[in-house]
């Protein structure tokens, strides 16, 4: 789950602090779909802090408790799956099919070199 984690928090920046500012100036109009996103994203951040503090508890439970942990993470397991897929499918319908449709090409070339620049100094660190 670590590694999902990590790997999750750096498209979540990308898209916090490059995508879906650029977006709000030059296609106001997905305002409302960047913020479901962004709750969206939260959420699921928020569900796999969960299901860590869930496999310690199983680690360290010995008891009948184990069976209803189990079934707890498997409950969060699920909703994360769900949301996930859900979200990617909006992200690509709603977000990343306008910029291909609608950002004219002076725009695409911009948000790609502020997505370079970011890379860049994210590979510094």
Request: glycine share 2%.
């Amino acid at each position: 789950l670590g590694t999902l984690k990590d790997s999750y928090a750096t498209h979540k920046e990308i898209d916090d602090e490059i995508i879906f500012p650029f977006l709000e100036r030059h296609i106001p109009k997905l305002d409302p779909f960047l913020r479901l996103l962004t709750a969206e994203r939260n959420e699921f951040y928020n569900i796999l802090g969960d299901c860590e503090d869930l496999l310690t508890k199983l680690k360290r439970t010995k008891t009948p408790k184990y069976a209803d942990i189990l079934d707890r993470l498997n409950d969060k397991g699920i909703y994360a799956i769900t949301l996930i897929r859900n979200h990617i499918q909006t992200e690509m319908e709603s977000v990343y099919s306008v910029i291909d449709e609608e950002l004219r090409p002076v725009e695409k070339d911009q948000l790609i070199a502020s997505l370079k620049q970011y890379i860049l100094s994210w590979k510094k660190k």
